[in-house]
């Protein structure tokens, strides 16, 4: 009796192990082919080979994320031709219209979770996206495609729930009206600054000489977090502001500064879009899955009960045997009942278990919290900007020398505070958390052993200030 | 009793795996040509290879029935670049697509009615010029002319679009706008004209929404 018993319980327990951990083969890392991703990775920036061997190893799902995040770092560090190809591919993806797609159906059913879907970011990631592109058309002196990103992206910021929150993403109207001033084109930078003005009183529009815009962005990304089946946004960054100096060689004894003005502010877009259509779908998920656990328990508490009656204790000696059989009759009803209650609990519980509520939690974790910036008028002798970091209550935290990257009539200034390469190669929620705590190790070249083997402990922190 | 027990067990389990056997087997899609002048696999709302090829075959076939293009006594020079051929839209794309296109087909198509300046390689041609004159190489076979072709007529255009999304459906639409224009480099007369417009809509899984 005692071995049946156990028995029993192992087949339970093993029936709910095999359903712990269930996890899509979508959301599993591959390993890429190795000849082909040495080569791959051969002109790649050292600092950043293990983030693209993550991104390879991670593909379609993720690949709109890790373009994201590759395409920033590598701008970051003035890669533009590789940060052109990454964001060009991410907004490919974004613009890529999912009707009867696969995947897409594959994410709203009840028992695969929202994150086996291709991801495509939320508005405010993906007009981040089209704003950095906006910035290499800038970089590379091409005023209108700058233009077009800069428009294209204020267009992803259409849907939010709240009317006041629609196409309220100040800095691109900004950066359109710029990118129109730069190639000449007054009506139309007239138009833009229009649409700016509207949403934005404060911050200072350029004048008709300006010939450099100066970006600034401080802070950490905002962070996405699951509340149930709710996408939750929650800031992470500080408050810093930016105070510009500059030497102009014509003269030399003036110490000219400015402060840049708020342009953005990224967390502020990300927490206002309210919410999304697919959350009413992941509600109803929950709602199942809440019902599906109140029938298990109910369930299980009542083969528990079942099952007390059937193995109390039978009649007494001496009772009519008539009665005897009664008793044993209702111990044998009540053994059924507790076999078929605990079976409808099991299989409850396990539904329960298996349905798939959480929202998709995977976002952009090298962006910042805010755009801040200027525009200035200097001459072309004036080659490099010094940009210096405050804290709200004054105290200087650090500054850099940062060159005018001028193309056209106009120049460019970028300065994210603290680095832009991510320090975990793997997107935050990116992969399951046993796979976002294993190293990260690029297998050695299969045609040279001395090929590089680099290994990191796992990161879960985020970037480090510079 | 035991049998039927362990086959419940057994079905529960194999229901619950059931529900984690999600292997993208997708068996992949091998290369395929596709014609550049249909709708492919991937579409959005912007401006595609089927427009392109749409509207610069219409603008050709147009402006080949222009007279004062195409039959003039004397074929004039043309000049047709992106130049001053200006995006304004929401669609990134690379303009000489289309003006490549455009002067390539009329290229071909005019059989030598119209005579097509290559301004975009203006300065490939007078490196060359110096080189000759300085001795640097020899003159080649071709007579030397005074100075490079000047243009009688240029092609100027705008590429403009109108956005609009629901943002209760996620429906989105685009009004895209492009208009070609031929202006008489002496007198900036427009002596042509032409207009491509098409409006795509497109509505994302909810998903994204």
Redesign the interface.
């Known amino acids: 009796m005692a071995a049946a018993g156990a028995s029993r319980l192992t087949s339970c327990l093993v029936a709910a192990a095999m359903t712990v951990g269930c996890v899509t083969a979508r959301e599993q890392e591959t390993s890429p082919d190795l000849g082909s991703v040495h080569a791959y990775l051969d002109d790649k920036p050292t600092e950043l080979r293990r983030h693209f061997f993550i991104a390879q190893a991670q593909g379609q799902r993720n690949r709109v994320l890790n373009d994201m995040r590759l395409g920033l770092a590598t701008f970051a560090l003035g890669r533009n031709q590789l940060s052109e190809q990454l964001f060009d591919d991410a907004l490919q993806g974004i613009e890529a219209v999912y009707a009867d797609n696969e995947q897409a159906k594959k994410a709203r059913e009840l028992l695969t979770r929202e994150q086996v879907k291709d991801f495509k970011g939320e508005p405010y990631e993906r007009v981040m996206a089209y704003y950095y592109r906006g910035l290499l058309y800038l970089r590379a002196g091409d005023f209108e495609n700058a233009r077009a990103s800069f428009k294209g992206g204020m267009l992803q910021d259409a849907f939010a729930e709240e009317q006041q929150y629609r196409a309220d993403f100040a800095l691109m109207p900004f950066l359109q009206g710029w990118a129109a001033h730069c190639s000449g084109n007054a009506s139309l930078a007239a138009e833009d600054f229009k649409e700016f003005r509207a949403i934005n009183k404060d911050a200072p529009l350029p004048r008709d000489k300006d010939n450099v815009l100066v970006l600034v962005e401080t802070g950490d990304a905002p962070v996405k977090i699951s509340d149930g089946a709710r996408l939750r946004i929650k800031r992470s960054g500080s408050t810093e502001t930016a105070r510009i100096s500059w030497t102009d060689p014509d003269h030399p004894k003036d110490h000219p500064e400015d402060s840049a003005v708020l342009l953005e502010d990224i967390y502020r877009q990300a927490s206002t879009r309210g919410g999304r259509q697919f959350d009413a779908i992941l509600e109803g998920k929950a709602e199942y899955k809440s019902v599906a656990d109140t029938v298990g328990n109910a369930a299980l508490i009542g083969a528990i009960l079942a099952a007390k009656v059937a193995t109390e204790s039978g009649p007494r000696r001496g009772t009519k045997r008539k009665d005897r059989e009664r008793a044993e009759d209702v111990q044998q009803g009540a053994a059924i009942a507790a076999g078929g209650l605990a079976l409808i609990g099991l299989l409850s519980k396990l539904t329960a278990h298996a349905i798939e509520s959480e929202a998709d939690t995977r976002y952009w974790d090298n962006l910042s919290d805010r755009v801040q910036g200027l525009t200035m008028t200097l001459s072309d002798k004036v080659t490099a900007l010094r940009v210096e970091f405050q804290s709200p209550g004054g105290t200087m935290l650090g500054g850099r020398d940062i060159p005018i990257q001028r193309a056209g009539r106009c120049g460019l200034v970028w300065i994210k505070d603290g680095t832009a390469i991510p320090r975990n190669p793997r997107a935050p929620n990116s992969v399951p958390a046993d796979i976002m705590a294993s190293p990260v190790i690029i297998p050695a070249a299969p045609a040279s052993p001395a090929a590089l083997v680099t290994a990191s402990p796992p990161a879960t922190g985020r970037d480090s200030k510079e | 009793m035991?049998r039927p027990?362990?086959l419940?067990?057994?079905i529960?389990?194999a229901?619950?795996?059931a529900?984690?056997q999600?292997?993208?087997n997708?068996a992949g899609a091998p290369t395929v040509y596709i014609d550049p002048g249909t709708s492919g696999p991937?579409?959005?709302?912007?401006i595609e290879s089927q427009d392109v090829i749409a509207m610069t075959d219409q603008m050709l076939r147009d402006m080949l029935s222009q007279p004062r293009l195409a039959n003039a006594a004397m074929p004039p020079n043309v000049i047709i670049d992106s130049e001053y051929f200006?995006?304004?839209?929401?669609?990134?794309?690379n303009?000489n697509s289309i003006t490549d296109r455009l002067r390539v087909g009329l290229n071909r198509a005019a059989a030598g009615r119209m005579q097509f300046v290559g301004r975009h390689y203006a300065d490939m041609v007078a490196k060359e010029r110096d080189l000759k004159r300085q001795g640097t190489v020899d003159k080649a076979t071709l007579p030397a002319a005074g100075a490079q072709k000047g243009g009688d007529y240029r092609l100027g255009g705008r590429i403009t679009s109108l956005?609009s999304?629901d943002?209760k459906t996620?429906m989105?639409q685009r009004y895209n706008q492009i208009i070609f224009e031929m202006v008489d480099l002496e007198t900036s007369e427009i002596v042509w004209s032409g207009i491509y417009e098409f409006a795509k809509a497109?509505?994302?899984?909810?998903?994204?929404?």
Do not use: F, W
Not at chain 2, 42 to 46: E, L, M, P, Q, S
Not at chain 2, 86 to 93: G, M, V, Y
Not at chain 2, 202 to 209: E, K, M, P, T
């Open positions: 035991r027990y362990a419940s067990v057994a529960a389990a229901l619950a795996l529900a984690c999600r292997v993208d997708t991937v579409k959005g709302v912007g200006h995006n304004e839209s929401s669609s990134r794309l303009k956005d999304r943002p996620g989105m497109a509505q994302d899984d909810i998903i994204y929404r």
